[in-house]
């Protein structure tokens, strides 16, 4: 069984940053591209990044680009997301995943395993 814990949310002045990390258990780790999504309150769950398993490459959504960066870490099986220049607008729930399939990297249905969430509250 996969299990994903994330860890690192909080409440921070905007402006400021954040560290989210994403523990996960298994030993296919390294074989799998994992996502950060994030869902505010009356909001659909969004697509916020991935990092795919071979080659390392990143993808943002327009709204984080920039200022976000996501990382893994394959002998600690973590994935991160160092969160810089927050804006209220990114308060909500963050989730990492693991990626199944599907040629698609930013849709909720192609991941299968998906941790519990942690608050990020930015205020004003």
């Known amino acids: 069984q996969v299990q994903l814990v994330e860890s690192g949310g909080g409440l921070v002045q905007a402006g400021g940053s954040l560290r989210l990390s994403c523990a996960v258990s298994?030993?296919?780790?390294?074989?799998?591209?994992m996502g950060w999504f994030r869902q505010a309150p009356g909001k659909e769950r969004e697509f916020v990044s991935v990092?795919?398993?071979?080659?390392?490459?990143?993808y943002y959504a327009d709204s984080v680009k920039g200022r976000f960066t996501i990382s893994r870490d394959n002998a600690k099986n973590t994935v991160y997301l160092q969160m810089n220049s927050l804006k209220p607008e990114d308060t909500a729930v963050y989730y990492c995943?693991?990626?199944?399939?599907?040629?698609?990297?930013?849709?909720?249905?192609?991941?299968?395993?998906w941790g519990q969430g942690t608050q990020v509250t930015v205020s004003s």
């Open positions: 995943a693991r990626h199944m399939s599907g040629s698609s990297w930013n849709e909720v249905h192609d991941y299968d395993y």
């Open positions: 298994g030993r296919t780790f390294s074989s799998y591209s």
């Open positions: 990092i795919i398993w071979y080659g390392g490459r990143t």
